[in-house]
């Protein structure tokens, strides 16, 4: 049986059972198990402030007191969320299939939904993002440029 010498205790310990493999050194730790799990111990007592943070942090996210950008967004338009999810659901259980970009066939990319009509959620036509883009910003001369080369 293979045995190896603990860096911290400096004890021989057989190697399969008192060592951890790290995978990324493909090779086995230099530290024992019961030393690393003192070690880790240790560091628990003195992060306890960054623990004591982390869970004020958690709590107050349970409690609702933080609302990320998703939620803010869908307050402010709940009829794009709406539609948005509608059609997402239509998607999912095949009543809608994607076409092809409506500009043009030799497209590639991902396909994007545009409404024209929030009310109308089912009703969209599918651009590829570069043709969406477009569709929403004609005038923008930079981003012409840059698909055009």
């Known amino acids: 049986m293979k ?13 399969l059972d008192n060592f951890y493999w790290n995978s990324v050194k493909v090779a086995y730790e230099n530290q024992c198990k019961s030393c690393r799990l003192k070690k880790m111990k240790k560091k628990q007592r003195t992060d306890y402030d960054s623990i004591k ?11 609702g007191e933080f609302v990320g950008n998703w939620q803010k967004w869908k307050a402010k338009f709940p009829e794009k969320y709406k539609a948005r999810y509608q059609l997402r659901n239509a998607v999912k259980s095949g009543k809608i299939k994607k076409d092809m970009c409506v500009i043009g ?6 396909l994007e939904a545009h409404h024209e009509d929030y009310n109308k959620p089912l009703e969209v036509m599918w651009f590829c993002q570069k043709h969406h883009k477009l569709h929403h910003y004609p005038n923008d001369l930079a981003f012409l440029r840059q698909t055009i080369t």
Not at 105 to 110: A, F, V
């Open 53 to 63: 943070e982390r869970k004020r942090y958690l709590k107050r996210k349970e409690n």
């Open 3 to 15: 045995t190896k010498k603990c860096k911290t205790c400096e004890l021989r310990k057989s190697l």
């Open 105 to 110: 066939k030799d497209c590639n990319g991902r």
